[in-house]
């Protein structure tokens, strides 16, 4: 990092990394070695931990993330920009979520021939960075045995030195865990919103705002911390239900002299205003009630006078008071509350400012003043119960605005600041959703885009604080007129007094205008480099729906009106990451899951497909760390197929075709067995469900499918089926082993987007692997590598589509499951093979058992599958129990003597079956309720339906079991 620049003007930025940018026609050159990996064998099990950090650091120092800032010929291009974690933070689930999504399309599109960058970088995060370093200050301070320690006592630049210490010292740790979880970013290509480069496009589009008069410094109302002693934004601000009061405050009605005014009853009048804040009426200017509130209508024109401050203020009419709540009379602080604000606009009344910016009551107060907030509330409600003006005290929850990264209530009070002019902005923003040029997906959240973006007030972008981009604004003592530039003025813009006559204004942007520019002012912006140019716009932003208004909405407003051009093409919104009980995370409660805790114990890949796995859209993600046990077992059983292939090839290597695999297996596939023609056909199917579920942002669905086969097709059956292979040797032997090496390696290229640790690691260890590079890399003499990230993507092969040696398989898996069925409801141990004879119906079908006869005798444990006697009588004999299959139709006959007690197994059926049937009649019950059904809510409905299907699959196996045992 290099070090402070010494201008003035610039004491918040560092350089931003170095980027070279590529040649355009750079000359081939003799190809180099392909960079590689060390040969490693497989260890016994998945152990993660042994081969993750290995792998990463050997992916970029071979420069297998880098992105090339042009093309090559024919060439897409495709662009993920991180959403910037502030620089102090530490990885959350929330982070993890993002970006193990992003990384996922990222790395698919890689691996399709894009050329692609996915752009790394920090927020400076100006409050919350701050507040820890004045934090730290403090306790400085205080372990000292002295008091604390403030900004001020450093001064400005002292400050800010520290604040750039703290930076460097800690923007390592959330850097370091994004690469702990596998994210591909181009680290050559890190930025920071306080970089050089991106601090001079901050200030540019500053300057360009104010020329065009959409950026002006002006008296308002704004949202302050009196912790932060800042203005924050009006979406720093979070609504947090609290409980409190409702105090039932009278106001005297009087002329506007202070003469009382008597009521209808003759004595004198008083309107009572009901108020969640008391302290607040020392602001008052006004009270309000409807213009059509008959309660109110001959106080119309009249006067009240303040409790305790005797002001007389009007009694105005206006249609935003709501004659339901309350009482129907609104006191007006105009300096205190947003919508007072309007309304005092509206009426041109005064403002008093009594909230000070420092917590206290200012001298506005009267005899409050200098009071902290919560001792004025105190005092004013015990002198209004002194004075017989507090009507009642009720109580009452509302919610309470606090200040997103303090905690605090946030103060509405009238400031001068710097303000955007919005609505130009937001128009053309508007229009670009409308018109398609930018998709949210889901499409639902467009309605609440539009909701804010119609309903968008001015944005105070000036904060009281000093770390952070300084606004580019000097004043002039000599003609009190103000000059924004880019760069420290050196005379007046107005006057042309000397720079010494000028001094530049001390705050600081908002942290969100920096953000606003990030797709752009990342890729060199204003210069028109080449990176902008193949890059902008970016092809997907991909957050959380929480910073809809933050972040997305301010990128488009600033794309639009900086570059002609939308920031991104699609808007791809995922939910929150809750708890297993679909709670939201917190330190408070205690159920925070800390992904670095999670793939310490279980890998990065099974934290990663577990998020995928469960980011359905729309759906808030329970997250369980039993789910993620279950997907290390599943990388686990990755594992143990490959190494069963590496056992195989042990016993004899078969060398690899002429024109590698897939050519032979297409070459052969007539010869092939029909269990090799159906797993390949299987791989195509799931390759094409993979590939629509990245193309259209399912990744749950994708990464279901990857599930599905591997677990249950490749693992559960076609291994399984391989071993009847592999034990007849010759011809069947190396047919399966090249096709199970076919099916695992696409399978792992297909896989290594959501899962790289395992899918490289494993992938590695296979034979007849190659290397492979880039487009670009080629083109730029870049050797190749030895690694998955650069193979090509796999892509259904539709000639392996073979829909016969699926039915096929389908009816071999129907008998093996009926005899596995068997074996579990009558609680036959596997290890003890069984003797089993078949009933075909049809000539074809017993040709198809004894075709097969090798592999349903090996998949199902049998000692012997012959053809049954014929029984005179006709069916099988009582001791024999009967299984039937469908498909193929046929009868599966196995003698219970030796295998079952049959009286004790039948006597625990009908006990099962009493017990279903209990439940059963249960649940019917409930469902049958008609007020039940009307008034439970839907989920709990759809739970009890659902229980009611597996009842009665459950009833049905068990009866099926029985009469089989009763023959």
């Given amino acids: 990092m290099a070090t402070k620049p010494a201008r003035a003007a610039k004491k918040n930025v560092r350089k931003a990394a170095p980027q070279k940018a590529p040649a355009r026609s750079a000359p081939r050159r003799p190809s180099a070695p392909a960079l590689a990996l060390p040969p490693r064998e497989l260890t016994g099990s998945f152990e993660p931990a042994k081969f993750e950090a290995s792998l990463y650091e050997f992916w970029e120092k071979s420069g297998c993330f880098d992105a090339a800032d ?6 897409k291009s495709f662009c993920i920009m991180i959403p910037p974690p502030n620089v102090t933070g530490h990885l959350h689930m929330g982070h993890a979520l993002t970006n193990a999504i992003q990384d996922t399309l990222i790395r698919w599109r890689r691996m399709s021939g894009d050329n692609t960058l996915y752009q790394p970088g920090t927020d400076h995060a100006g409050i919350a960075t701050q507040l820890m370093v004045e934090r730290a200050l403090a306790d400085e301070g205080r372990k000292a045995g002295g008091r604390p320690i403030t900004r001020h006592d450093l001064g400005r630049e002292k400050f800010l030195e520290r604040t750039w210490k703290w930076k460097e010292d800690h923007a390592h ?80 009605v009087v002329e506007s002299d202070g003469t009382p005014v008597a009521g209808a009853d003759g004595k004198e009048a008083f309107l009572t205003i009901a108020t969640t804040r008391p302290e607040t009426l020392l602001g008052d200017t006004a009270v309000a009630v ?34 339901e709540f309350g009482t129907g009379a609104l006191k007006i602080t105009p300096a205190h509350d947003f919508n007072d604000y309007e309304i005092g606009k509206r009426h041109n009344l005064p403002l008093v400012s009594v909230m000070g910016k420092d917590g206290k009551i200012t001298a506005a107060g009267g005899p409050y003043a200098a009071m902290d907030f919560k001792t004025a509330r105190e005092r004013i409600i015990a002198d209004l119960k002194e004075s017989g003006r507090l009507e009642k005290t009720e109580e009452h929850t509302h919610k309470v605005g606090l200040c997103d990264r303090t905690g605090q209530p946030a103060e509405p009070l009238v400031s001068k600041q710097w303000f955007v002019k919005i609505e130009p902005l937001a128009k053309p923003a508007i229009a670009a959703v409308e018109s398609g040029k930018i998709e949210f997906s889901p499409k639902s959240w467009e309605k609440t885009y539009f909701e804010w973006m119609y309903n968008i007030r001015d944005w105070c972008i000036s904060r009281q604080l000093w770390w952070g981009h300084r606004v580019p604004a000097w004043y002039c003592s000599t003609c009190q007129e103000i000059t924004v530039a880019v760069e420290a003025p050196a005379a007046c813009g107005s006057c042309g007094a000397d720079a010494d006559r000028l001094k530049q204004d001390e705050d600081v942007l908002d942290t969100w205008f920096s953000s606003g520019l990030w797709p752009f002012s990342t890729l060199g912006w204003p210069e028109k480099t080449p990176a902008l140019n193949t890059f902008y716009p970016t092809s997907i932003l991909e957050t959380g729906f929480d910073i809809i208004f933050f972040w997305v909405a301010r990128m488009i407003m600033m794309g639009l009106h900086f570059t002609g051009d939308v920031p991104f093409r699609k808007v791809y919104l995922h939910a929150m990451v809750r708890d297993e009980k679909g709670e939201k995370m917190s330190k408070t409660k205690g159920n925070v899951i800390d992904p670095l805790d999670v793939m310490a114990e279980h890998g990065a890949d099974a934290l990663r497909f577990t998020l995928l796995a469960m980011a359905g859209q729309g759906r808030d993600i329970k997250l369980s760390l039993d789910r993620v046990a279950g997907y290390r077992g599943f990388c686990n059983k990755l594992w143990n197929a490959t190494k069963f292939f590496h056992l195989q090839v042990a016993q004899g ?74 034990k007849e040797g010759g011809e069947a032997r190396k047919q399966t082993l090249i096709t199970l090496h076919y099916v695992l ?26 290397p492979a590079n880039s487009p670009t890399r080629e083109r730029d003499g870049a050797p190749a ?9 796999p892509q259904p092969e539709p000639r392996f589509a073979n829909s016969e040696a699926e039915k096929t398989v389908a009816a071999l898996q129907g008998i093996i499951e009926a005899l596995r069925n068997f074996r579990g409801e009558n609680r ?36 012997a599958l012959e053809k049954a006697p014929v029984n005179g009588n006709g069916g099988a004999p ?90």
């Fill in 828 to 863: 036959i141990p596997t290890s003890k093979e069984i003797a089993a004879c078949y009933v075909a119906p049809r000539t074809a079908t017993d040709a198809f058992v004894q075709l097969f006869r090798s592999d349903i005798m090996a998949m199902a444990r049998l000692s």
């Fill in 785 to 793: 590598v030895m690694s998955l990230m650069l193979q090509k993507y």
């Fill in 745 to 770: 390696e696409r399978l792992l290229r297909m896989m290594h987007p959501f899962m790289p640790f395992v899918t490289e690691e494993l992938w590695l260890s296979l034979p007849w692997k190659k």
């Fill in 878 to 967: 009582r001791t024999i129990a009967v299984i039937p299959v469908t498909n193929p139709a046929l009868e599966l006959h196995v003698d219970l003597k030796g295998l079952v007690d049959v009286e004790e197994e039948t006597k625990r059926l009908r006990k099962e079956i009493e017990r279903v049937q209990g439940d059963l009649s249960f649940i019917r019950g409930k469902l049958t309720n008609e007020s039940f059904v009307a008034k439970a809510p839907k989920e709990l409905v759809a739970k009890e339906k659902g229980r009611e299907n597996e009842l009665v699959g459950k009833l049905r196996e068990l009866e099926s079991a029985l009469t089989r045992l009763s023959g």
């Fill in 70 to 75: 042009e093309s090559a010929p024919g060439q």
């Fill in 290 to 323: 409807h213009p059509e509130d008959d309660r109110y209508s001959a106080f119309h024109g009249k006067h009240a006078k303040l409790p305790l401050l005797g002001r007389v203020i009007p009694i105005l009419t206006d249609t935003y008071v709501e004659r």
């Fill in 173 to 252: 740790i959330i850097t370091g865990q994004l690469r702990r979880l596998g994210c591909s970013f181009d680290w050559k290509r890190e930025r920071f919103t306080l970089d050089d480069g991106l601090s001079r496009a901050v200030r540019e589009v500053f300057v360009r705002l104010y020329k065009d008069g959409l950026i002006y410094r002006g008296e308002r109302i704004i949202n302050w911390d009196t912790v932060s002693q800042s203005a924050v934004s009006d979406l720093e601000v979070v609504p947090t239900e609290r409980k409190g009061f409702l105090w039932h405050i009278k106001y005297a």
């Fill in 653 to 726: 290597a078969v060398a690899e075709p002429q024109g590698g695999a897939e050519s032979w297996l297409l070459k052969n596939k007539v010869e092939l067995l029909p269990v090799n023609r159906w797993v390949l056909s299987r791989l195509q199917q799931v390759n094409g469900a993979v590939t629509k579920g990245l193309e259209e942002f399912r990744l749950n669905e994708a990464a279901q499918a990857i599930y599905d086969f591997s677990w249950h097709e490749l693992c559960d059956w076609y291994i399984e089926f391989s071993k009847v292979s592999f």
